[in-house]
């Protein structure tokens, strides 16, 4: 709270809650059992409060269908009832299938508990179908997933090839301008070669000429 960190401390409640929900569950003793149940019940409690005053509806409806559970497991199936059936509700609303999904699972639970096997059949078939409606899903984002890396891929290759050939293609340009060079050069030296040739040779007559004439 000091630090204003709000995030970390929502879901620091919400853990803290949890694991005492599942210590509590696990214990024998009532009276132990009773006190990791009421350290979560607060837990719970101390989260939602700060998810409502920042409308933080996702985790605040989360946080409800948990304490509905923790009311069931405390068999006060009154209050359990209560909650659950609000946050199916509102996560119906807010189209938060994976909480409706949990919490028709436990209202499954809770009319087990209680015998009335009409509304623990309906609730069951509920949890099933949003179970499998989210199994489809995280199908369909699977293979969507899969189809845009194997786009990107194929684009990266065919990216790549192109790079590949752009890279022989200069590189046989390098060759040939420097076939071209070494050519010219070539050309250039036998041409000097030639002239100087021809100079000797020319200053040798001329030589041989001004002798010619002295005799």
Not at 75 to 104: G, M, P, W
Not at 154 to 178: G, H, P, S, V, Y
Not at 189 to 211: D, G
Request: glycine letters at 2%.
């Amino acid at each position: 709270k000091k630090n204003n960190n709000i995030t970390m401390l929502i879901n620091a409640l919400g853990n803290l809650g949890s694991a005492y929900l599942i210590i509590g569950d696990s214990l024998a003793n009532p009276i132990r059992k009773d006190s990791f149940f009421l350290a979560t019940e607060n837990l719970y409690k101390e989260k939602m409060n700060l998810c409502k005053e920042l409308s933080i509806r996702d985790e605040y409806l989360s946080t409800l269908g948990n304490l509905g559970q923790l009311k069931l497991k405390q068999k006060n199936y009154i209050e359990s009832e209560k909650l659950l059936l609000q946050a199916v509700s509102e996560c119906q609303s807010l189209h938060l299938t994976e909480f409706e999904r949990d919490d028709h699972e436990y209202l499954y639970n809770l009319y087990m508990a209680k015998k009335d096997f009409e509304k623990a059949v309906f609730h069951f078939r509920r949890f099933i179908s949003l179970r499998d409606t989210l199994k489809n899903d995280d199908i369909t984002r699977s293979i969507a997933q899969k189809e845009i890396s194997y786009k990107f891929e194929k684009e990266q290759a065919i990216e790549k090839e192109n790079q590949k050939r752009k890279d022989e293609l200069k590189e046989e340009e390098a060759k040939r301008q420097k076939i071209i060079l070494i050519s010219v050069c070539f050309v250039l030296l036998l041409v000097c070669v030639f002239s100087i040739m021809v100079y000797r040779n020319f200053i040798h007559r001329k030589k041989a000429h001004l002798e010619i004439q002295k005799q």
